[in-house]
């Protein structure tokens, strides 16, 4: 038996001891990530019409459509491959491949773009202008998306929280000065990316040290295999994401107008930004801990089992006082003007919390390098998607946007759980469930009382959360992590 828990501390309490200091240490920048986030909406949404949202909205999911194509998954390859490469002594040939990789992409893309600039005004319905804006964008997201996984492969948390925090607050000054000044409504926001992002790149390239390690030399070939094998489909797996949380707003747009786009835009950055900043804490801290456990042979389904316990902890909570508060919380963060967003405010919270779960139902692709498995996954769920949008968005309307976004990600987390792999399938963490589930009875008869009261809902809010998390810490000895 001592041999067993000196393997058990040894393989997941040591690991999960070193995520949680990772935590502490990123915590901040989610924390005044979510914060910016939480600020953001109500200040454009008081400087910006429906309609002038609505037109940011849609550029913002362009840019990410992009981004998606041509950029993001060169960070993701990076990030998994780093470790293996740094036990091979070949961290300088394998940052200077990313980085031939990332310029190559944008080349392409530039040129694609302006061959089919046509087809994405007519099918994105955005200006030449907008596109304009978003085509200098990307050059420095694309950029800071590859450093920053770079720097989460280094596991340097204080210097990405640094980042991610002078990032936040850069962008919205430059943003909120732009409009004020320029005048150019939801242009204004994309220019004040621009600037913030650029600095942020300048210190991220020095927070790497990248320049250091790059290298003009012929590329490895097997390298460069190796990560196009693992990155496209990941790349095809997040524009399949992309479809089922984000094109709703370009059918709502098509069916109803720019106005309602803005409402679909505001429910969607009061959630998701929000909530999966919050949720992130754990897995940014936790996944290049489990890539290293993984590479050293170790057994990372407890360590990925106990963090979704966590996950849980926090995440289920929030989301269901969003839901039952729904028009309070909305009224709260966004402009009276957009209040009609309320009736889909549920769909996408509870949607933020399928699709974060997913984050630990889907490593095991990722360990394994077999991503193709994950891409299947999102295809078949996005087509499901898709199909519901525009049925229920033109049937439904904002309902049907919400209906059509929840179901599309219960069925990908749902698919996540049944396709699994040998030695690295998802463990449920029933134990925190029944836990967590417990701490909702009382709550939930505080609630029933409160409603009888004319105490305000954010004192409501707060009452319930503190009663949940009260009542959780007086129980938890009951509900330890054993042995088995």
Not at 3 to 31: C, G, T, W
Not at 55 to 69: D, G, M, N
Not at 293 to 316: A, H
Request: aromatic share 14%; with cysteine.
């Amino acid at each position: 038996m001592t041999k067993e828990i000196d393997k058990y501390i040894k393989e997941v309490e040591l690991p999960v001891k070193h995520i949680f200091k990772d935590m502490l240490k990123y915590a901040p920048s989610k924390i005044f990530g979510l914060i910016g986030n939480a600020v953001i909406v109500p200040v454009y949404t008081n400087l910006l019409t429906p309609s002038e949202y609505g037109l940011y909205t849609i550029s913002l999911a362009v840019l990410s459509f992009l981004c998606i194509l041509f950029s993001d998954w060169i960070g993701l390859a990076g990030l998994r491959f780093f470790r293996q490469n740094q036990l091979n002594n070949q961290i300088p040939k394998y940052l200077s491949t990313l980085v031939l990789i990332l310029i190559s992409n944008l080349t392409v893309m530039y040129v694609l773009c302006f061959i089919f600039r046509h087809k994405f005004y007519e099918y994105f319905n955005i200006s030449p202008k907008a596109f304009i804006f978003l085509l200098i964008l990307i050059i420095p997201v694309a950029l800071r998306a590859l450093l920053f996984q770079v720097l989460r492969a280094q596991i340097k948390p204080g210097s990405f929280t640094v980042s991610t925090i002078i990032n936040q607050v850069l962008t919205i000054v430059f943003a909120v000065l732009i409009i004020k000044y320029l005048h150019l409504g939801a242009m204004s926001i994309l220019l004040g990316m621009s600037i913030s992002i650029t600095i942020i790149d300048i210190m991220l390239i020095f927070q790497t040290d990248i320049l250091s390690y790059l290298r003009s030399e012929l590329p490895n070939l097997k390298m460069i295999k190796t990560l196009f094998v693992y990155g496209i489909p990941i790349s095809v797996a997040s524009i399949s994401l992309w479809v089922i949380n984000q094109s709703n707003k370009f059918i709502t747009t098509h069916y109803h107008g720019l106005e309602h786009a803005g409402f679909v835009g505001v429910a969607y950055n009061m959630t998701f930004p929000l909530l999966m900043t919050l949720f992130a804490i754990i897995t940014i801290a936790a996944y290049p801990r489990i890539i290293n456990l993984y590479e050293d042979k170790i057994d990372v389904r407890p360590v990925i089992s106990r963090m979704t316990g966590y996950f849980l902890m926090i995440s289920v909570p929030v989301v269901v006082i969003i839901c039952v508060y729904a028009k309070d919380v909305l009224y709260l963060f966004a402009n009276h003007q957009y209040l009609d967003a309320y009736i889909i405010l549920p769909y996408f919270a509870l949607s933020a919390l399928f699709l974060s779960l997913t984050d630990y139902t889907t490593i095991q692709y990722h360990l394994a390098n077999r991503t193709y498995i994950l891409t299947m996954l999102k295809i078949l769920s996005a087509t499901v998607g898709l199909v519901l949008n525009i049925f229920l968005i033109k049937k439904f309307g904002l309902t049907g946007a919400g209906i059509a976004v929840l179901s599309s990600n219960i069925l990908y987390f749902i698919l996540t759980v049944i396709v699994t792999l040998p030695d690295l399938e998802w463990k449920i963490p029933y134990k925190k469930i029944s836990h967590i589930s417990i701490c909702f009875i009382p709550s939930a008869i505080i609630w029933y009382f409160l409603q009888k009261t004319q105490i305000m809902p954010i004192l409501q809010i707060n009452i319930l959360l503190f009663s949940y998390y009260f009542v959780f810490y007086l129980t938890r000895k009951f509900f330890k992590e054993v042995l088995s």
